[in-house]
């Protein structure tokens, strides 16, 4: 089994279990502590696979497929946490797409002839990966606001 795939599994795995765990609904507490638990699993595979290869990068991609689906099927009771909830579906969404297409891109440079086309066909994947790392950036600075907005109003008493 390679390392790569070996996390994978790790990481469905235990966003699994998590999810299991917690999936009764219960108050504002447990229910903040569910949401940063599934948001935290996905941070961390972007944090693991920062630079990596094409075909890894299409794994994160499809990792953040599932990552978004676990935050979208948690059950929220809270509005303010629904809302949470719903803006991280977004941003993992979002991130996932732009992941995919910067491989995808990047995966084209690889097949690229030393010829007039080739040359094309690189400057056209350098643009879409250029355009994938900046909308990856700016929804990353989002994910950071939402995450400070999220811990401040989950440490507030009840």
Not at 112 to 132: L, P
Request: charged share 25%; hydrophobic share 40%; with cysteine.
């Amino acid at each position: 089994m390679s390392i790569s795939h070996k996390y994978t599994v790790i990481a469905f795995v235990s966003l699994s279990i998590a999810l299991f765990i917690t999936s009764c609904n219960g108050n504002k507490v447990s229910q903040c502590q569910r949401l940063i638990r599934v948001v935290n699993a996905g941070t961390s595979l972007i944090d693991k696979n920062k630079g990596t290869q094409v075909i890894t990068s299409l794994q994160l991609s499809k990792d953040l497929e599932f990552v978004t689906k676990s935050i979208g099927e948690l059950k929220l009771t809270d509005p303010k946490l629904k809302e949470f909830q719903s803006s991280f579906v977004k941003i993992f969404q979002n991130l996932s797409e732009a992941i995919a297409k910067a491989a995808r891109a990047l995966g084209a440079t690889k097949t690229a002839e030393a010829s007039a086309s080739g040359r094309e066909k690189i400057e056209k994947a350098r643009a879409e990966i250029d355009s994938a790392l900046t909308a990856a950036t700016t929804v990353g600075k989002q994910s950071d606001t939402l995450v400070n907005e999220m811990n401040k109003y989950c440490s507030q008493p009840e």
